[in-house]
Protein backbone atom coordinates (compact mmCIF):
# COMPACT_ATOMS: atom_id res chain seq x y z
CA UNK A 1 0.00 0.00 0.00
CA UNK A 2 1.10 3.50 -0.72
CA UNK A 3 0.62 6.46 2.01
CA UNK A 4 0.29 9.64 1.30
CA UNK A 5 1.98 12.66 3.77
CA UNK A 6 0.05 15.48 2.46
CA UNK A 7 -2.31 16.22 5.39
CA UNK A 8 1.18 15.97 7.46
CA UNK A 9 3.30 18.45 5.10
CA UNK A 10 0.49 21.17 5.21
CA UNK A 11 0.33 20.79 8.74
CA UNK A 12 4.06 21.91 9.07
CA UNK A 13 3.81 24.34 6.44
CA UNK A 14 0.40 25.49 8.33
CA UNK A 15 -1.43 25.87 4.89
CA UNK A 16 -5.21 24.82 3.94
CA UNK A 17 -6.41 22.82 0.82
CA UNK A 18 -7.90 26.14 -1.16
CA UNK A 19 -3.93 27.56 -0.62
CA UNK A 20 -2.32 24.65 -2.52
CA UNK A 21 -5.10 24.11 -4.85
CA UNK A 22 -4.59 27.45 -6.01
CA UNK A 23 -1.02 27.47 -6.10
CA UNK A 24 -0.97 23.83 -7.73
CA UNK A 25 -3.51 24.03 -10.01
CA UNK A 26 -4.53 20.76 -8.71
CA UNK A 27 -8.55 19.89 -7.85
CA UNK A 28 -9.77 20.61 -4.24
CA UNK A 29 -11.24 17.04 -4.91
CA UNK A 30 -8.32 15.51 -5.79
CA UNK A 31 -6.12 17.13 -2.80
CA UNK A 32 -9.04 16.18 0.00
CA UNK A 33 -8.93 12.59 -1.37
CA UNK A 34 -4.46 12.91 -1.20
CA UNK A 35 -5.30 14.61 2.60
CA UNK A 36 -7.48 12.00 3.64
CA UNK A 37 -5.39 9.28 2.20
CA UNK A 38 -8.43 8.04 -0.11
CA UNK A 39 -6.99 7.59 -3.19
CA UNK A 40 -6.39 5.28 -5.37
CA UNK A 41 -4.74 6.85 -8.28
CA UNK A 42 -3.05 10.32 -8.60
CA UNK A 43 -1.79 11.80 -11.52
CA UNK A 44 1.76 12.15 -11.63
CA UNK A 45 1.71 15.68 -13.26
CA UNK A 46 -0.03 16.17 -10.09
CA UNK A 47 2.21 14.59 -7.15
CA UNK A 48 5.50 16.82 -9.57
CA UNK A 49 3.70 19.77 -8.75
CA UNK A 50 2.67 18.97 -5.02
CA UNK A 51 6.41 18.30 -4.91
CA UNK A 52 7.97 21.50 -6.26
CA UNK A 53 5.07 23.35 -3.88
CA UNK A 54 6.21 21.91 -1.26
CA UNK A 55 9.85 21.65 -2.25
CA UNK A 56 10.71 18.24 -0.83
CA UNK A 57 10.91 14.71 -2.75
CA UNK A 58 8.30 11.98 -4.12
CA UNK A 59 9.64 9.80 -1.14
CA UNK A 60 8.39 12.71 1.29
CA UNK A 61 5.34 12.78 -0.23
CA UNK A 62 4.27 9.07 -0.86
CA UNK A 63 5.77 6.03 1.53
CA UNK A 64 5.15 2.36 0.59
CA UNK A 65 3.85 0.76 3.77
CA UNK A 66 3.68 -3.26 4.03
CA UNK A 67 0.43 -4.33 3.85
CA UNK A 68 0.28 -6.01 7.07
CA UNK A 69 0.57 -2.61 8.79
CA UNK A 70 -1.65 -0.71 6.78
CA UNK A 71 -4.65 -3.29 7.26
CA UNK A 72 -3.92 -2.94 11.14
CA UNK A 73 -3.94 0.99 11.21
CA UNK A 74 -7.06 0.88 8.76
CA UNK A 75 -8.90 -1.44 11.00
CA UNK A 76 -8.01 0.74 13.90
CA UNK A 77 -9.49 3.64 12.46
CA UNK A 78 -12.89 1.69 11.74
CA UNK A 79 -13.09 0.29 14.98
CA UNK A 80 -12.53 3.93 16.89
CA UNK A 81 -16.06 4.97 15.15
Do not use: W
Not at 66 to 80: D, I, L
Amino acid sequence: MIRCHLSRLMGERRVRLIDVARATRISRNMLAKLYYDRTRRVDLGDVNELCHYFGCSVGDLLEIVPERSAQRKKQGRNSSH
